[in-house]
Nanobody
Framework: QVQLVESGGGLAQPGGSLRLSCAAS????????MSWARQAPDKGLEWVSG????????YYAESVKGRFTISRDNAKNTVYLQMNSLNPEDTALYFCAKASNFQVAGNLNKYDYWGQGTQVTVSS
């Protein structure tokens, strides 16, 4: 069965960095676009970033553009989110998600499997 397991969350200071990982299994990873999304306290789920099947195309929400970098390693069935210049507004539970096909979408309804999430807290 499809499994997505996130890791790498934790506490970071404002201006700091964290790298999230999402290990995937149970499907042909290289055939599907992947994304990261987040849910801040008392807010809805927000799409953050997406990556094409081969990693050649990446997409970002305006709120993270220039600070976050998504990448993937198809040999390791893993997608990453490098987060730099973190600020308290980045505090959220971060999820990775498998797209239902090869296309990256900002519409979260286009994703059919989700991980359990990893908590990121940015605070001094």
């Amino acid at each position: 069965q499809v499994q997505l397991v996130e890791s790498g969350g934790g506490l970071a200071q404002p201006g700091g960095s964290l790298r999230l990982s999402c290990a995937a299994s149970g499907f042909t990873f290289s055939n599907y676009a992947m994304s990261w999304a987040r849910q801040a306290p008392d807010k809805g789920l927000e799409w953050v970033s997406g990556i094409s099947t081969d990693g050649s195309d990446t997409y970002y929400a305006e709120s993270v553009k220039g600070r976050f970098t998504i990448s993937r390693d198809n040999a390791k069935n893993t997608v990453y989110l490098q987060m730099n210049s973190l600020n308290p507004e980045d505090t959220a539970l971060y999820f990775c998600a498998k797209a239902s096909n090869f296309q990256v979408a900002g519409n979260l309804n286009k994703y059919d499997y989700w991980g359990q999430g990893t908590q990121v807290t940015v605070s001094s």
